[in-house]
């Protein structure tokens, strides 16, 4: 399984600021997707990030609110833009790969936000 | 659209009790199911999962099985532990495309 790291692991930002989350993977993989996981809720696609092209996003979430990059097969960048507390969430990425376990995702870590 | 549904929580028993968490799902076609676990503190783990019809997941004494018939993925374990205390969400998804989770379901085993 690929092993991935975030960065930072959490967080604690001001009401109108903004915040670029990293997640970095240690192989190249097909799928990246970033998740939010709201204080004792489930988790929630925001979307998926393509390489090289614009990510696609679900219903509810927009490109302004949470611009994402994946400039490459192992890296992606969400940044949650103009936070409200509504916005503190553990934000997820996760990968997955080609292959015999193509169905499998794996998840990093997560970046705990709070915002006051 | 897809959903799954879960047992709701929390769950709360002894120490090798036997533990089952319900999850059954609504979807088009034929998904792959999970269980991912989430112990405290941490991110969320891959527990099991199950490609087709009749397929058994297993790991770490934990067990589900694919019934396309009544569209469930419940999770079993004969004898649970305290270090089985975590929250675990069952999902779906069709090839390498997003996953639909559940609720969650926060399992606690006391001694």
């Known amino acids: 399984s690929a092993v991935i790291s975030q960065k930072p692991s959490r967080d604690i930002c001001q009401r109108g600021t903004s915040l670029t989350i990293q997640c970095q993977v240690d192989s190249q993989v097909t799928m990246m997707f970033w998740y939010r996981q709201q204080p004792g809720q489930s988790l929630t696609l925001i979307a998926t990030a393509n390489q090289g092209s614009e990510a696609t996003y679900e219903s509810g979430f927009v490109i302004d609110k949470f611009p994402i990059s994946r400039p490459n097969l192992t890296f992606s960048t969400l940044t949650v833009s103009n936070m409200s507390p509504e916005d503190s969430s553990i934000y997820l990425c996760?990968?997955?790969?080609?292959?015999?376990?193509?169905?499998?995702?794996?998840f990093g870590p997560g970046t705990r936000l709070t915002v006051l | 659209g897809d959903s799954v549904t879960q047992m709701e929580g929390p769950v709360t028993l002894s120490e090798e009790a036997f533990l089952t968490i319900n999850c059954t799902y609504t979807a088009t076609g034929y998904p792959s199911l999970f269980w991912y676990v989430q112990y405290p503190g941490e991110g969320l783990q891959l527990l099991l999962k199950?490609?087709?019809?009749?397929d058994k997941g297993s790991n770490k004494g934990f067990e589900a099985t694919y019934r396309k018939e009544t569209t469930s993925f419940h999770l079993e374990k004969g004898s649970v532990q305290v270090s089985d205390s975590a929250v675990y969400f069952c999902a779906l998804n069709f090839g390498n495309e997003k996953l639909t989770f559940g609720t969650g379901t926060r399992l606690t085993i006391i001694p």
């Open positions: 996760s990968v997955a790969t080609s292959g015999r376990s193509y169905n499998e995702q794996f």
């Open positions: 199950a490609t087709k019809a009749d």
